[in-house]
């Protein structure tokens, strides 16, 4: 019970890595505070881990509103009187061509994914810099290198990991913990959920989701990492390797990746 009493603020909870991490954070007797913006999933989420006999506070809220996030800190202040860790999880993630792409599905996956993390680490800093407590964001190897067709979630993942880097700068002697998480590929809703060129919902991954690490193990590996206050981490030996060989074959690695997406199931080079 090494989070017992601690509260702990999970956007985008009610599925995937979000969801689990309101598991795992549970059961080390944290107080949690989910959001999602499906009131029927985030009341089913909720009911779920009351039943597990966690304290859960349920925040209908949108990632990209600002005002969302400005309640969903408000309300777990009311509620427990404090906030020890924020983890920025909420995303989701597109998939064309950029010449095919509405911009509208550029604009919504940086609202959600960039901004929404902006409006909650706003929103909740000031409480954090109170208890010293720690700021985490789910990112991406996409932070780290860029894939195509997903030009929107790249960027958008570029631009929480230069956030957080310089944030991490700005709390570092004031005892505030920043950590940034690159997933690998993880077998979660948000390849099925993916915006497509036009906005629609993919509706199927084009990968094995059965081949991949589990929500689950994220989430693990990000509460062994919170309690180490750890500045970073790379998952999955795919996603470190890319991350090495994007350091220092770049070029090279552009190939890699143009050929490893373009075997996609249904991909959008022809």
Not at 130 to 148: L, M
Request: proline share 3%; charged share 25%.
């Amino acid at each position: 019970m090494k989070f017992k009493d601690k509260v702990v603020v999970i956007t985008g909870a009610t599925s995937g890595i979000g969801e689990a991490c309101a598991e795992v954070f549970g059961r080390e007797g944290a107080k949690l505070c989910i959001t999602g913006r499906n009131p029927e999933k985030l009341g089913k989420t909720q009911k779920q881990l009351e039943e597990k006999g966690f304290e859960v506070l349920a925040v209908l809220a949108d990632a990209g509103s600002e005002a969302d996030n400005k309640k969903m800190a408000e309300e777990t202040l009311q509620r427990y009187g404090r906030i020890d860790v924020l983890i920025n999880n909420a995303g989701i993630s597109m998939r064309a061509l950029f010449q095919d792409l509405d911009l509208e599905v550029f604009h919504k996956v940086m609202d959600t994914n960039f901004w929404g993390t902006v409006y909650a680490t706003k929103y909740c800093l000031p409480a954090i810099l109170e208890s010293k407590g720690s700021i985490i964001g789910v990112s991406s190897i996409n932070g780290y290198r860029g894939t195509p067709a997903r030009t929107a979630y790249t960027a958008s993942k570029y631009a929480m990991n230069g956030f957080f880097e310089a944030l991490r700068t700005e709390v570092m002697k004031k005892g505030v913990h920043v950590l940034v998480v690159a997933p690998g590929f993880t077998s979660s809703n948000i390849r099925n959920s993916a915006l497509t060129a036009d906005g629609s919902s993919q509706g199927e991954s084009p990968r094995d989701e059965g081949k991949m690490m589990t929500s689950e193990q994220v989430a693990e590996q990000m509460l062994k990492a919170t309690l180490k206050r750890k500045r970073d981490i790379v998952l999955t030996s795919e996603g470190k390797m890319a991350v090495f060989l994007n350091k220092w074959i770049p070029g090279i690695l552009d190939g890699i990746v143009y050929n490893k997406m373009a075997k996609e199931k249904d991909s959008p080079f022809k």
